[in-house]
């Protein structure tokens, strides 16, 4: 059973979240959270980009992340109500401690992301505590789905 996340307040979504890409957004894998924390999964959503493109902020915040993780380019942010959103592939442009604002480059696009079909791919995920969520749904765009209350629909 995948645990339920409690949903996001109104207030996130209205305080100014973006595409962390500039142009029209092209989602080329959505978010596939695993039955189990431990198990594979998709923990994010994959944005169609082109290398060198500017990474930007979803919203603000404060950079909790700034370097490499095996060898990759990651940027993380620490953003109100205990949300933290992570890019990659990305050169980072900013530091750990600097404040954010929605828009504000963080970095540049690398290519090289795994099962990308295009020439480069951003991931974007959004945790709350240890908990992956939907990055869409800062946006609004997260999808809906029914989950049994008492053993029954609703």
Same mark, same amino acid.
């Given at each position: 059973?995948? =645990?339920? =996340?409690?949903?996001?307040? $109104?207030? $996130?979504?209205? !305080? &100014?979240? *973006?595409?962390?890409?500039? &142009?029209?957004?092209?989602?080329?894998?959505?978010?596939?959270?695993?039955? *189990?924390?431990?198990?594979?999964?998709? /923990?994010? $959503?994959?944005?169609?980009?082109?290398?060198?493109?500017?990474? /930007?902020?979803?919203?603000?915040?404060?950079?909790?992340?700034?370097? *490499?993780?095996?060898?990759?380019?990651? $940027?993380?942010?620490? #953003?109100?109500?205990?949300?933290?959103?992570?890019? *990659?592939?990305?050169?980072?442009?900013?530091?750990?401690?600097? /404040?954010?604002?929605?828009?504000?480059? !963080?970095?540049?696009?690398?290519?090289?992301?795994?099962?990308?079909?295009?020439?480069?791919?951003? #991931?974007?995920?959004?945790?709350?505590?240890?908990?992956?969520?939907?990055?869409?749904?800062?946006?609004?765009?997260?999808?809906?789905?029914?989950? =049994?209350?008492?053993?029954?629909? /609703?």
């Amino acid at each position: 059973v995948v =645990p339920s =996340p409690a949903p996001l307040p $109104v207030a $996130v979504v209205s !305080i &100014g979240y *973006q595409w962390p890409l500039s &142009g029209p957004p092209v989602v080329t894998r959505r978010f596939d959270p695993p039955p *189990q924390p431990w198990l594979p999964g998709h /923990r994010g $959503v994959d944005l169609a980009g082109e290398p060198g493109d500017l990474v /930007r902020a979803a919203g603000p915040g404060v950079v909790f992340f700034a370097g *490499q993780v095996a060898g990759v380019g990651v $940027v993380s942010v620490n #953003h109100p109500h205990g949300l933290r959103t992570t890019y *990659q592939p990305v050169e980072p442009l900013v530091t750990a401690g600097e /404040r954010v604002w929605a828009g504000d480059p !963080i970095g540049v696009l690398a290519p090289g992301h795994v099962g990308c079909p295009v020439a480069a791919c951003l #991931h974007w995920g959004l945790r709350r505590g240890d908990l992956y969520l939907d990055p869409l749904t800062l946006l609004g765009l997260g999808r809906v789905r029914l989950l =049994p209350v008492h053993g029954e629909l /609703r």
